[in-house]
């Protein structure tokens, strides 16, 4: 009785006409909601001057293959430097800022590692991390000129 009852289950979901799905170029695209999320995102001189200068100094820190350790905490110093010193003034409060919030949370992340890890591969990846977070800034933020890091 329960193979029947299942059997003419399966039989009339395979008899019900299947949607008819529409081209993928017939799709709406989805808008975006807040001018955050259009892309470039904006950036004003004294962001572009201080992303520039982190990194023109991450870039020498990812062609310097034969950093020590006390290299690479040196360095995560300079970048931590570097950070707040782009944050200091912003308004985080605003949904573009909590998009530049979390970028320069993750270079200083990348940084912490740098300076905490306790052996130097560990520490060599903070700063590939770095290099990325800056790559991704040049891909997402208005920044004429950006070249990106060649880890």
């Known amino acids: 009785m329960r193979f029947a009852f ?3 289950a399966v039989a009339v979901l395979c008899a019900a006409p299947a949607p008819v799905l529409a081209a993928d170029d017939a799709r709406p695209q989805p808008k ?5 999320d259009e892309l470039p995102r904006p950036t004003d001189e004294k962001l572009r001057t201080g992303m520039l ?8 820190g990812v062609s310097d293959a034969a950093a ?9 110093g300079e970048i931590l430097r570097q950070v707040a010193a782009i944050s200091e003034g912003r308004n985080f409060h605003t949904r573009p800022g909590r998009h530049l919030q979390w970028l320069l949370g993750d270079i200083t ?3 912490g590692l740098m300076r905490d890890a306790p052996r130097l591969q560990a520490k060599r990846l903070g700063l590939l991390r770095v290099a ?10 208005d920044h004429p000129g950006w070249e990106p890091i060649k880890p």
């Open 6 to 8: 299942l059997c003419a």
């Open 68 to 76: 020590d350790e006390a290299g690479q905490v040196a360095l995560a």
């Open 132 to 141: 990325e977070t800056l790559n991704f800034y040049g891909r997402e933020y």
């Open 53 to 60: 200068q982190l990194r023109e100094t991450v870039a020498a």
């Open 109 to 111: 992340d990348g940084a």
């Open 32 to 36: 975006l909601q807040a001018p955050a």
